[in-house]
């Protein structure tokens, strides 16, 4: 059973564009939820988290817009830059000590 | 203040065959956290360790065994290495635990 469901798998945004991604959860105690950002051949960097208890978090060109009642959540990327390109994963964790159940990634693709 | 880090990089191994895979967690940390990525996956959890003592496992089989050292360093032990072993895996390690900082990762391939 796949907890957290991320779409699309796959993304193009020209240079300049915004980057849209999308994940639902299932498990209503998730209670933190990070995206995490990941080029090939290093590990996932954490980009920007939010908890439920707000609807919206933004930092820099990064924001999370976070909808608890329909158990989602997405990431929007402005100004979307060619060294924004790489795999993209939301998450979901409950309480603090606790594990992190992924999605399984979007790769973007910011053409120049 | 040093990031985490993992070795080796990258490692072949035949089927039957054992590994061990370390990892060294970031300055301060206390906590160290096991996932297995496969090729174009999200990180699946393997298990979790606090303060020497496991705290929490995935869904993985016995054979996947792990050890945390007092300097909060760890080593994940895979047994009996099966072709879907081949994966990259990854270490985190954190204070506070949602703010998981992850190492680079140590390619495994089963042949």
């Known amino acids: 059973q796949q907890q957290v469901k991320q779409s699309p798998q796959s993304l193009i945004v020209q240079k300049g564009g915004i980057s849209i991604i999308n994940c639902a959860y299932e498990?209503?105690?998730?209670?933190?939820f990070p995206w995490y950002q990941q080029f090939p051949g290093k590990g996932p960097a954490l980009l920007i988290a939010i908890r439920p208890d707000v609807s919206e978090k933004k930092e820099g060109r990064f924001t999370i817009s976070f909808n608890k009642s329909a158990k989602q959540f997405s990431l929007h990327i402005m100004d979307s830059q060619p060294g924004d390109s790489a795999t993209y994963f939301c998450a979901a964790s409950i309480g603090g000590y606790s594990t992190l159940t992924f999605g399984k990634g979007t790769m973007l693709l910011v053409s120049p | 203040e040093t990031g985490v880090t993992q070795s080796p990089t990258h490692l072949i191994k035949t089927r039957g065959q054992q590994v061990t895979l370390r990892c060294s967690s970031q300055s301060g940390h206390n906590t160290v956290s096991w996932y297995q990525q496969a090729l174009g996956q999200g990180p699946q959890f393997i298990f979790q360790?606090?303060?020497?003592?496991?705290?929490g496992r995935g869904n993985f089989p016995p054979r996947f065994s792990g050890l945390q050292f007092p300097n909060y360093s760890s080593e994940l032990n895979v047994n009996a290495l099966e072709l879907d072993d081949s994966a990259l895996y990854l270490c985190?390690?954190?204070?506070?635990?949602?703010?998981?900082?992850f190492g680079p990762g140590t390619r495994l391939t089963v042949l």
């Open positions: 498990n209503t105690a998730f209670d933190y």
């Open positions: 985190a390690s954190s204070l506070v635990m949602e703010e998981q900082f």
């Open positions: 360790y606090y303060r020497e003592e496991e705290n």
